[in-house]
DNA sequence: CGGACAAGCTGA
DNA sequence: CAGCTTGTCCGG
């Protein structure tokens, strides 16, 4: 039971955090006697008759006096280091998440044993590429740096990683994807140098080692997002690529954002940090300064992107497929089709008095899923799951119009037009369906760029859908679909990749941005907007949600310059002028008990 | 979080 | 008043 040191000498006490989020509270274990422990160290309590895992704080702490001590129950292994402990304590703070769940992500996916060496820290002065752009982001102390889709970043990595391996230090690069942090570490191995590739994979599996590598030896170290918390005792430097991806910021709440905490985290360390995009977020250009190529360059590394518009088509063809959509589908290249909606029908209206097929329950316009033989399927409702059969509330006719399509529907129409197999990928399409790997026309949701990496042709066939949607990032990230769809046309066709947008705004500033190649004109419009609306990032927001939102919310009070707005739908609104003024207010707060869900940053409103 | 223990409800 | 649910507290 307790401790098997003897009673004489001092017994070595350490400062603990339970890996258990609902405890945020520190506790004292005594350590036993020849037992070696670090700060940031994983290792195991019994806490309160249960042994859960815990991560170290602090050495030789003075405990409280009067509490009688336990003795740690085991040293698992290596942990995050100081450094990243401090890192979780601020992201704490900055999302207003509890320490023990940034730890998970940091701690080693497996149990790591290993010996540091001696740690030299080299910064090192970036030598020069050759490159006058790429030498002005290298030496950008909080550099952001505007490149077209088309642009081959690995020259800047190369570089970035070359001049700290010069210098005995890290760099710490992020991409959105696993996929590409294994891509982007393979072609950097093949260039010498010794790199880790954090990109979990579950415990117990090579990503333990790929951890240990990063805490001693790695000159680099790639990863998605979790790497942001991997570790680098000899951070030289830090880039982030495609900083724009919403991939970078957790669904779940906390909801931490890696290209904030990298920057946080090259700050602490004073070092430089770059983040790259063919699109900058303007979270990134408030954050650092823009390193821009010229115009000429920057254009020329956008393929063309024609804007079509669907107020003067065809009616014959139907508001979803223009003569040139229906030049491309006939002719021999690849060509991805992107329609935001699954199943057949979204909107209903009845053929005989025109009208809108609602739900009986609630209310919301109905629509049809399945792909059944010929008639019509029963009416689904995708607020409350209601069906009922396909038949008109006002007059009982059962014939509707498909005033807008899904994916399936426009797969069939497509099907016809191109006169040859069309496969259709949603989320729900299984990753290895051979359909995917030999159709030359696709139709799919968003998802359908994720899954084909490369095409000669990317057609949003209706795009006012994201460009009108009623979310504060809409242009933002209608932009960057577009962008992500020019990259995967430029990967596949070069010079000669099209990516056609099909609208009914033709003007609106993501078109005409996209269309000249200049992501300037965007944040040109986009940037007043935010600012005459109060959005981020021309202020700091949270919006407070689940069952204990009351009991937070009514906690909080009125802080100076934080306005609390709501609840709508059971949620409030927090608005500062700035995340210091927001994080200090929700610090303040003591948590209720209860489910609840503090979402600072929010990607939707 | 999850166990411990206290305070409340039910039924014979 | 046993037997059970529900709530509150606390962990070294």
């Not at 000498?9 to 422990?37: M, N, S």
């Not at 057949?344 to 053929?351: D, N, V």
């Not at 739900?359 to 899923?369: L, M, R, T």
Request: glycine share 10%.
């Amino acid at each position: 039971m307790s401790a098997t040191a003897g009673t004489a000498g001092r017994q070595r006490v350490v400062r603990v955090l339970p890996d258990v989020p609902a405890i945020d509270k520190e506790f004292d274990y005594l350590v036993p006697d020849g037992v070696a422990v670090h700060v940031g160290d994983v290792v195991r309590i019994e806490l309160h008759g249960r042994r859960v895992g815990a991560w170290v704080l602090a050495l030789d702490v003075e405990p409280e006096p009067g509490v009688v001590l336990k003795a740690l129950a085991k040293v698992s292994g290596r942990g995050p280091g100081p450094e990243v402990l401090e890192l979780a304590e601020w992201a704490a703070w900055r999302w207003a998440g509890r320490r023990a769940s940034f730890l998970r992500t940091a701690a080693p996916p497996g149990v790591a044993r290993f010996t540091t060496g001696t740690a030299s820290t080299g910064r090192g002065e970036p030598v020069p590429t050759g490159d006058e752009l790429l030498d002005r982001a290298l030496g950008a102390g909080r550099g952001v740096l505007r490149l077209g889709p088309a642009a081959d970043r690995y020259p800047l990595v190369r570089a970035a990683a070359l001049a700290a391996r010069g210098a005995g230090g890290q760099t710490l690069v992020l991409c959105p994807s696993v996929d590409e942090a294994w891509g982007l570490g393979r072609r950097l191995r093949r260039e010498g140098l010794r790199v880790a590739i954090v990109a979990s994979d579950g415990p117990g599996s090579a990503a333990t080692g790929e951890w240990i590598h990063a805490a001693t030896t790695a000159q680099v170290v790639v990863g998605s997002r979790a790497a942001a918390w991997a570790p680098a005792p000899r951070l030289a430097r830090v880039l982030v690529l495609d900083e724009h991806d919403e991939a970078y910021q957790q669904e779940r709440s906390p909801t931490w954002h890696a290209r904030d905490v990298v920057a946080e985290r090259a700050r602490r360390a004073g070092v430089p940090c770059v983040v790259v995009s063919p699109c900058p977020s303007l979270e990134a250009l408030a954050w650092g300064e823009l390193v821009e190529p010229g115009r000429g360059a920057e254009r020329g590394a956008w393929p063309r992107v024609e804007v079509v518009d669907q107020r003067e088509l065809d009616p014959g063809l139907g508001p979803l497929f223009s003569p040139r959509l229906v030049d491309l589908v006939r002719g021999d290249g690849r060509v991805l089709c992107i329609l935001n909606r699954t199943g057949r029908a979204r909107l209903l209206a009845c053929a005989t008095c025109r009208t809108i097929a609602r739900c009986e329950v609630c209310d919301a316009a109905v629509g049809i899923d399945g792909v059944d033989d010929g008639g019509l399927g029963a009416l689904a409702c995708g607020r409350c799951g209601a069906t009922r059969p396909p038949v008109c509330l006002e007059c009982g006719g059962a014939r509707f119009k498909n005033l807008r399509l899904g994916v399936s529907r426009a797969r069939e129409e497509l099907e016809a037009l191109a006169a040859t197999p069309v496969a259709e990928v949603t989320a729900t399409t299984a990753p290895e369906d051979p359909a995917v790997a030999s159709a030359r026309v696709l139709v799919g949701t968003e998802a359908l760029l994720h899954r084909v990496p490369r095409a000669d042709a990317v057609a949003f066939l209706d795009m006012d859908q994201e460009l009108l949607a009623l979310r504060y990032r809409t242009a933002e990230q209608a932009f960057a679909l577009v962008a992500r769809a020019a990259r995967t046309v430029a990967r596949g066709a070069g010079r000669d990749g099209r990516v056609l947008v099909q609208t009914r705004t033709p003007d609106h500033p993501v078109l005409v941005a996209a269309r000249l190649g200049d992501p300037a004109r965007l944040v040109a419009s986009d940037l007043p907007l935010r600012r005459a609306l109060g959005l981020p990032p021309a202020t700091a927001m949270a919006v407070v949600s689940g069952e204990a939102a009351p009991a937070y919310v009514d906690a909080l009070g009125h802080p100076l310059d934080v306005r609390v707005q709501g609840p709508l739908d059971g949620a409030w609104r927090l608005v500062a002028p700035d995340h210091r003024t927001l994080c200090d207010a929700l610090a303040a707060v003591e948590r209720p008990p209860g489910r609840l869900r503090i979402e600072v940053d929010p990607l939707r409103l």
